[in-house]
Structures are given as C-alpha cells and as structure tokens.
C-alpha cells in the first residue's frame, strides 16, 4: 500500500537530511563520487519494426527510443530539408506518481531538451533527406519511452535517441514520374557528429553529475549540456528554481566536455 | 490464391507452424523496478510490457467504492510498434482494449480485499504482432500475481481462428489480417471459466465450438508458461539445487 503524501514529505525531510550530512562529506548516498555516472548499458535492435531502436540503462532508469522513417511534406521554411519529428513519453509504468494521459511540461521540456541536442548538432544531415525539393522529403520520426524512472532522463532518454539513430537503417525511395517508390533496400543515415549531453544537480555547493530520483527531489538546480565530437558545446538547458554562479557553470562546461567524450566513446562501440 | 499463402498443402502455416502450435512465449516476471509487480511477455513477435501499481489510494477520490477495489487498465501502443507510425495519444481501438482487458481480468482478483482502493494495470506494447491483447493479458495476470494481489486464479490468453476450412490456434499478424476468422479468449484455467470473448469473422456453430475448445486448449499451453515464469522469479534457486539432486 503506498503511503500517504504527507508521510512521504516526511521520509524526503530525513532523506535530505541525511543527503546533505553525506555531500559534506564529499560522498552520495549510493556511494559514488560527485562525478561519476551510474552503471550504464545500452541494446540496440530491440524493436525489429522500427528503422532502428535502442534501450538504455542508466542505474534504474529505463528509456526505449524507436526510429521510423516515412516521406512526407517538408516543413514550411524549410522546403529543402529532411524532417525530423521527436517525442518523449513518460509511461505510467515509470513510477507511482505518472498519471497516464497527455506529456506534461516536465516530458514536454524532456523531448524538447533532446531535441535540442540532436537538431542544433547537425547529428542527421537533413539537407541530404530530401527526395523531390520543395515537395516530399525524409520525414524521421523518434519516438521515446520511459519504462522506468530514476532520474536523469534527459541523459539515458538523449542516449538511446543517439544510438537509435547510429544504428539506424534508412529505406532507400527512387523518384518514378514525380512519384516516390520505396525500393526495399536501406542505407546508413547520414551522420555528421555525435551530440552527447551531460546533466548536473546543485545541491548546496555540491554539483553531482547523473541525478538519481532522490538527489532531483533535494536538488536546488540542475543543468543540462550537450556538446558534439569536436567538443563544441550545441545546446544547454538550465532547469528548476535555483540559480548557479558563473564560476559552477564554466566549470561545469569543461566536465560536460570530458565526461561527454567518455560517454561518446561507450557509444560509439555499437557501430 | 489468398489460401495459398496463409496454408500450404502439407499443412503447414505462413510462419512454419502445424495448425495446434503456438508461436514461441517467453515470459519474465519484475523486470519494472519502481512497479509493485511487473511482467514482460515475448509471444511470437509481440514484444510487451507490463506494469502492476497497488493497490494504492484512488485518484480522483470519488472514484472508490466503499466494498471493494477499483482495477484500471491501460493499453497503449508505442509509436515504433507499428508498420507505419502509430499516433502516440489513444485511440479508440486501444480504448476498447483496455476495457475488456480489465474485464477479463477482474474476475480473477478478490477485489473485496481492498476496500477504497485502487490497482493500476499499465500495458505498454513495445513490438505488435497480432494477439498483443491476449499476450497483455498473460503479461498483466503474471504482474498482478507478481504485485501478491489476491487471487482466485491467473488469466490465459490465447486466440485461435479460421484459414478457410482449418480451424487453427494462435492466429498470427498476416492471418489476422487475411484469415477468415479471429477468436480470443481468456480463461481461467482452473476455474474453467471464460473471461474474454472476442469473434470477427465467419463461423458456423460447429466451427464456433471447435474454435472456442482449440483457443481454450492454447490457454491452457499458455498456463504453463506463466506458472513457469512465476516459480523461476520467486523458487529459481530451489529449482534449480532440485535439479542438481
């Protein structure tokens, strides 16, 4: 039987009490240093139906990112590009307190952050998904699932797209008479780079990298960068109430490039 | 022509299998961490996932009733489970589902157990090949059994339908869509009762009996299975050191 919301609040005071006594002492609750990642495993291929399909776990968390490839209208403004159309949905199967029904702003900011990464990277070379110019191109839908809920869903959920997509098999369509025909064969996607984000919580003047459900719950701040091979930084999201001081955030910026290129390389391993 | 490709003369089936074969079933029992109880089936290319919440408080609060649990359930399809991309928000088939899907489960639970209460079923299908509402029943029933809601029995699923003359079990994708008949049923396996009823397609009363005892005998393969799932979960070890003496 789940306990009641105040009874909750109470365990969360104690926890965070307990928190905030273990980062002083530089440890976390589950024993990692501030900078380290939770065990991290990753499957590709899972979903025979999909273009390509990726599960992610990251500690307790959970993600599924599907790929599926269809043609269609080009976006307005943007008559010579592919489409790339992505979603992200908490499942009430992630945890007690997820209410099925439409994403809220929480899994709206989630995609949207992921998005951001994917798209400002330049990680599909959409100038190379159009088939008849002005009229039909490659629309590439993602979509993502949260099974499970631990925390840092922005980094597992923006792995599992990243993987999805490298491992991604895209159907190859001819132009017959101005009518696209899909011949059956594949290609790799066009890949540029490979956009990895990396997220922090500030509790106090503790940073932690890779948040677990309960540090979120204490968490003053959090931040989220995601930078390309090159080490370029392509998209950043500070979220919740509290703010962070220029010196965090610089700081922040050089381990989002280190432990970007860490993460990079477990991922690349796949292809 | 159309018979052709679904049976061809020696009996056999578009996917290989005789007309009283199953396709392959793989069941594993807790595999959502934050669930009270969780299951995930593999039935032939079905690939689903089911989470058990509760018995826990109602929301909305006017929704408990004073004598007994309330159970809902949720059947959703991922966009990627599809051919073509399936729209994520739901639609009405699903809605459909979710309904007699709970209403095949709710006769094995003893729901008078608690009072003001609510169990939620979430059925997430990751991959669909035809019959995922049977396989999300066997899912569901093995995550409640998982969740130690009190029960009277599990619920099987299976279907079974018509390819022309062959009343045949276990109805695939491409026969669903291009058979003649498509019957599932759920059961109770040691109740002998049945708990879904579903029929579209032609039978005569005569092919209705043998399709009704064909899908029943395929509940009960399944039976087995979800037991199986059930002991290797919470008896593996003493299954196995048994069969080391």
Redo the contacts between chains.
Sequence with gaps: ??S?KRSTVIVEQLRKQQMIEALSRGKRLDGRDFESYRNFEIEVG?????SG?AKVKLG?T?V?A???V?TGEPFEGLENKGALIM?A?V??????HV??G?PDEDAIELSRVVDRGIRESEMLDLDKLVLIPGKTVYTV?V?C?I????GNLLDATSYAVVAALLTSKFPIYEIKDEQVVDTGKTMPPPITTMPISITAVRIGESVLLDPTTEEEACMDARITMTTQSDGNIVAVQKGFTGPFSINQIVQFSEIARIKGEEMRSKIKELN | MKELSLMDENGKRSDGRGIDELRSINITVGV????DG?AYIEFG?N?I???V?????V?PKHMALPDRCVLRC?Y?M????????KN??PSRREVEISKVMRESLEPSLILSDYPR?VI?V?V?V???DGGSRCAGINAASVALADAGINMRDLVSACAAGRLSENIVLDINDLEDKEGDADMPVAYLPNLEQVTLLQLDGKLTTAQFSECLEKAISGCKLVYEIQKEALMKKYFGNEMELKEEA
Excluded: C, W
């Design positions: 039987m789940s009641s899972i979903i025979d139906k999909a399909s307790n959970e599924i599907g790929v599926k269809e979603s949905e499942l009430p199967t992630a945890s007690p209410e099925p439409p839908f979509d699932s099974i499970n809920s631990d | 959502v961490k934050n669930a969780s290319k690939k996932i089911v989470a919440y509760g018995p826990r408080e929301h949720r959703h991922s966009p990627f489970s599809t051919d073509t991309r994520p928000a209460a939620d979430f997430e990751l991959q669909a």
